[in-house]
């Protein structure tokens, strides 16, 4: 079986061509969207992804129009049909179709498209650390909707793959924001640092639950202040970390070494406390 989707609760083949012209999502990015990540043929933290699914649709205004035990269906559905029990979902809620208008049209259904692909974790990233490069944050400022336009973030990770690196970690007005598509951390004197939660980053559930459960267990204190480069390239570890990434060790930003230029304890320590937690929740990895 080729890949498959699913639209509006149907499972289809995932090369039918199913995107209607006046789609908002097609014609203007508007909507909203979420990554989740499959173990063991279990979906891992989808309620949190659900309800800041719910959240980013109340931001824009676009209608609810499944219920969280819906939407936990269709992942089900789509792993059980797929066969695949490492993986990621990806979803997405567009405003709908009409005619093409900037306005938000008086009625329109939203439109849920579905779709699931093999993924897995790399422990050859957690052993030898990856590089970043630093770019310029060119994003609109509602990075806390995770909205389908993706502009800046995608030329932020295009910028960091002309230049060989895995990230691009994002600056604005001097602040380190987060990476194109991961939050930024950076460890300085047994500390963590991380950008505040705000308009200007994404409040990733991974990083939630590095600062709500994985920190306070292994006694780590989580600093969420902005902070500027000079201060980030002083760190002793860096790491980015989100839902396709899981945590991944920056050894290395721009030309310059992070603490001795290998993956530290810290973040060596959060990645295996991600990895029980993922385990204890899906039942394996
Ligand atoms: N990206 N910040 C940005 C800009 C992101 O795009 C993401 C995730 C994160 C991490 O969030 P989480 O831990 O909830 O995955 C932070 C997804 C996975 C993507 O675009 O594919």
Redesign the pocket.
Known sequence: MGPIGLVNGEIIDLGDKIVEMEDRGYQFGDGVYE?TRVYNGRCFCLRQ?MD?LYRSLRELSIPATYTFEELAEFHDRLIEKSGLTTAAVYLQITRGVAPRAHGFPDKVTPRLTMSIRPNRSTPELTEAGAKGVFVPDLRWLR?DI?SIN?LG?MLAKQQAKAAGAFEGVQVRDGAVT??????FFIVRDGILWTHPVNNL??R????TVLIDELAPRLGLTVVEKTFDVPFAKKADEAFV????SEIVPLVTMDADKIGEGRPGPVTLKLTEALLQKIEAECGGR
């Not at 970390?241 to 396709?244: A, E, F, I, K």
């Open positions: 990554v992804h800041r990075c995770k993706l973030n987060e990476g194109s598509s991961s939050n980053i994404l990733g559930i991974t990083r970390c989100g839902t396709n």
